[in-house]
């Protein structure tokens, strides 16, 4: 261990990672990301800048569907952060797939499913982002609305890109809620990439954030010790754009994850 030790803080200071500069005084935790892909496990830049803001060490969570694989980093990790990307095979929650619905990736469902489930189970905090928050919610008895603008036609806001510009629309945060304690409650903005959300939500979450269409924009879970944040809009990609505001959000995982 006395010789790991250099080791670990020179790959740390490498790497850039704030966090692990600080690995004399005080360990930073270890937070798992679970992996994007169909021929590679990736995650994208802006996951573990975030994460190496918030004062945590960033490791990927490759594709996996063997549960005892999947055991095995959740037992060395300190938290996890699920990410964003295609949709969720309907037959999870017992719907037959619209035309409207998107790709879909068969592995990346067995494994987020098994991995929302686990992380809860296993009383680790866990932050879900876009595809991740739809994957805690049908992995906990949720369904999802497969495609907004065939199924909400009357919404009239932009939750997918469908110009050149980033698209932000309002969004109203509850105020009794861990996420408004963790920025603000009422109107605020947030930007916005898909076009499936949580249609049912799964027992035990509370809904912390919607929309003016009613679309679920964040959802929370705190029972004893589960400790589950879940958003639709993204983050880290607001924080590598220079915006702030939601950095709260893995500072909270970081913060959750030393417990
Ligand atoms: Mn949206």
Redesign the pocket.
């Known amino acids: 261990m006395r010789r790991l030790v250099p080791i670990l803080i020179s790959i740390a200071v490498l790497c850039g990672c704030s966090a692990a500069r600080h690995a004399r005084s005080a360990p930073a935790p270890l937070i798992g990301i679970s992996a994007a892909g169909t021929d590679a496990s990736r995650v994208g830049q802006a996951y573990i800048d975030a994460v190496c803001a918030a004062g945590g060490v960033p490791v990927i969570i490759p594709i996996l569907t063997d549960s005892l694989a999947v055991a095995a980093i959740l037992d060395k990790v300190d938290g996890v952060v699920m990410i964003g990307g295609e949709d969720i095979d309907p037959d999870f929650y017992g719907e037959a797939a619209l035309p409207e619905m998107g790709e879909i990736n068969a592995r990346r469902d067995t494994f987020d499913l098994m991995l929302a489930r686990m992380t809860v189970r296993s009383r680790k905090p866990l932050l879900g982002i876009c595809r991740g928050l739809q994957a805690v919610n049908v992995a906990f008895g949720g369904s999802l609305w497969q495609d907004i603008p065939s199924q909400i036609p009357d919404s009239p806001i932009c ?1 997918r890109v469908n110009g050149p510009e980033s698209p932000f ?1 309002d969004v109203y945060i509850k105020e009794v809620s861990r996420l408004a304690e963790l920025t603000a409650s009422g109107l605020t903005s947030v930007n ?1 990439y ?1 076009h499936q959300a949580a249609k049912d939500v799964a027992k035990g979450f509370v809904v912390s954030a919607t ?1 003016a269409d009613g ?1 679920v ?1 964040a959802m929370e879970r705190f029972e004893g010790k589960e400790r589950v944040l879940c958003v ?2 993204h983050p880290e990609k607001m924080f590598a754009e220079g915006d702030r505001r939601f950095l709260p959000l893995f500072e909270w995982l970081i913060a959750e994850s030393r417990k």
């Open positions: 939750h629309h916005s898909h929309a679309v924009e639709q809009f």
